[in-house]
């Protein structure tokens, strides 16, 4: 293997795991803020139980997501000079507006919220939350800027073969970018939304004592995916008419292909670009995949009957499709990404030409180690996810109300 292929093997780890976390936080997020916002509402101690069980795992992955985030930021670096160097002054524009507005305000309302337990007011409480889910929103959105701008390069000028930034604006207004957000936000809704639903139905499974509890959250679930499992269709169907137009080598072919493929060879030389058949059987599989889970809408209904939630056999159906959205989620990247090949900005700078000038040997060390790297944290996540989730709700470390100072003698303090 060359260089250029392991880069891209290191790429597709790094970014994959790190998706993993991503959609979970996303999901996790909004369903935190229905429940606390729930709770300061109606008062019930319910949903402030609810809202510490989910935000303690929340947390966890949060946490160890960033962690993943680092590594693969460091791989950028090291193994694809080539992009920094040639189209880094318009690709880096919105990851840094991600980087500087998105990512320091989440985390800092993160913080305050983890902290501010019965230190704040419940409203300013509240208030934290939701500014944690509208930055983490804005960092999604920043990111599937730049992302769009690699599948279609739009608002730049080259100058002695550097792209620069002449039109902000066409950044934002991309279009591969709207129906590629609304898809990517309504994936992580369907797997936040399975997760709540499988983590409870596993709890009423078990028949732990707290059955309301978790009967409310497998409602919350259930809900948040139903809603979300068609809006995921709609705006993943939505995209072959922009991509089929703007990318006709990803799914297609005809005139159109053929003519591109003829301009780029006066452009670059000859060579291969058609992109590898990967992109189309993880297109397929991830269609198969939404459409079974499209089909998990029949459960909705059944399971608001107390006594369809105790036969157990629509808890096990939810409990044993949990791993379905994440694999659609790393089919629908590969579908994605792998379709834009031979390129790293659609037409205009070809893989080759991106990645650093790096030996193979180092190549495959840096792959071999960062992957090792990640698949702890990975796991490290779901280990400490499944460890938490089982506990249960009973008193989660999240929230805990301080203990009281039972000692009453006088306090001296010594100079």
Not at 191 to 213: N, Q
Not at 374 to 394: E, F, P
Request: hydrophobic share 55%.
């Amino acid at each position: 293997m060359d260089s250029l292929l392991l880069a891209r093997l290191q790429f597709a780890t790094t970014t994959s795991i790190h998706f993993l976390f991503v959609v979970v936080t996303l999901g996790l997020v909004t369903l935190l803020v229905g429940l606390q916002t729930a709770g300061f509402v109606t008062g019930k101690p319910v949903y402030e139980r609810l809202t510490r069980f989910w935000g303690q795992l929340y947390v966890i992955n949060y946490v160890l997501g960033i962690a993943t985030g680092i590594v693969m930021e460091f791989q950028f670096g090291l193994n694809w000079s080539g992009l920094s160097r040639y189209v880094g002054n318009v690709f880096g524009a919105p990851l840094a507006m991600e980087t500087l507005v998105a990512f320091f305000l989440e985390s800092t309302f993160l913080g305050m919220w983890i902290f501010g337990w019965h230190r704040l007011r419940r409203g300013v409480h509240l208030a934290l939350l939701w500014g944690v889910a509208v930055t983490a929103y804005a960092s999604a959105f920043w990111v599937m800027v730049a992302n769009a701008w690699l599948q279609h390069p739009v608002g730049y000028e080259l100058r002695d073969g550097v792209a620069h930034l002449t039109d902000f604006g066409a950044l934002l207004t991309n279009p591969t970018l709207g129906f590629a957000l609304g898809h990517v936000v309504s994936a992580s809704l369907v797997t936040g939304g399975m997760l709540m639903a499988a983590v409870s139905a596993w709890h009423l499974i078990r028949r732990t004592p707290d059955f309301a509890l978790f009967r409310k959250s497998l409602r919350l679930g259930l809900l948040t995916f139903a809603v979300a499992v068609v809006f995921l269709i709609g705006f993943g169907f939505a995209q072959f008419g922009p991509v089929g137009a703007l990318q006709p080598t990803k799914f297609g072919g005809g005139p159109d292909q053929d003519a591109l493929i003829a301009e780029w060879t006066a452009r670059f030389g000859p060579g291969d670009y058609t992109p590898p058949a990967l992109s189309n059987v993880g297109l397929g599989f991830m269609i198969l995949i939404g459409m079974t889970l499209f089909f998990g809408i029949l459960l909705v209904p059944l399971l608001w009957r107390d006594w369809l939630i105790r036969l157990r056999f629509p808890l096990w159906l939810i409990l044993l499709a949990l791993p379905l959205p994440f694999v659609a989620v790393i089919l629908g990247w590969i579908a994605r990404e792998v379709g834009r090949q031979p390129w790293v900005a659609y037409g205009l700078l070809p893989t080759g030409q991106a990645v650093s000038p790096v030996g193979t040997g180092l190549m495959l060390t840096s792959l071999i180690g960062f992957t090792l790297l990640l698949g702890t944290l990975a796991v490290t996540n779901w280990v400490l996810l499944a460890r938490h989730a089982a506990r249960g709700a009973h008193d989660p470390a999240l929230g805990r109300p301080p203990a009281p100072d039972t000692d009453s003698r006088p306090h001296t303090v010594f100079a």
